[in-house]
């Protein structure tokens, strides 16, 4: 098992910016990659960014690229999501979620854990 524990979140201006944290815990050799996703109520969860753990490669939707910018501390077992020029479409509950496998990595399916989430809401 792999526990992820979210922080970060707040109320931010547009413009303005926040850096998400996700502590993992556990079985850390487990995972072969993290992600950040979103929910706003009565959408589905939407893929931002991914990050392999080992060679720390980077995929981000295009909603947030030259944004926001995932990264990943493997000392501390720490994920990152640095976002930067916020808006307020950018309002969610932000989740992080790891995997074991390769493959897919923009649906919810492909990941085995998950974190609480974490409010970030930018008022315009």
């Known amino acids: 098992q792999v526990q992820l524990v979210e922080s970060g979140g707040g109320l931010v201006q547009a413009g303005g910016s926040l850096r998400l944290s996700c502590a993992a815990s556990?079985?850390?050799?487990?995972?072969?990659?993290m992600g950040w996703f979103r929910q706003v109520p009565g959408k589905e969860r939407e893929f931002v960014a991914h990050?392999?753990?080992?060679?720390?490669?980077?995929i981000s939707a295009d909603s947030v690229k030259g944004r926001f910018t995932i990264s990943r501390d493997n000392a501390k077992n720490t994920l990152y999501l640095q976002m930067n020029s916020l808006k307020p479409e950018d309002t969610a509950v932000y989740y992080c979620?790891?995997?074991?496998?390769?493959?897919?990595?923009?649906?919810?399916?492909?990941?085995?854990?998950w974190g609480q989430g974490t409010q970030v809401t930018v008022s315009s």
């Open positions: 979620a790891a995997r074991k496998f390769g493959g897919t990595y923009t649906y919810t399916a492909a990941y085995e854990w």
């Open positions: 990050i392999t753990w080992s060679s720390g490669g980077t």
């Open positions: 556990g079985r850390i050799g487990s995972v072969y990659a």
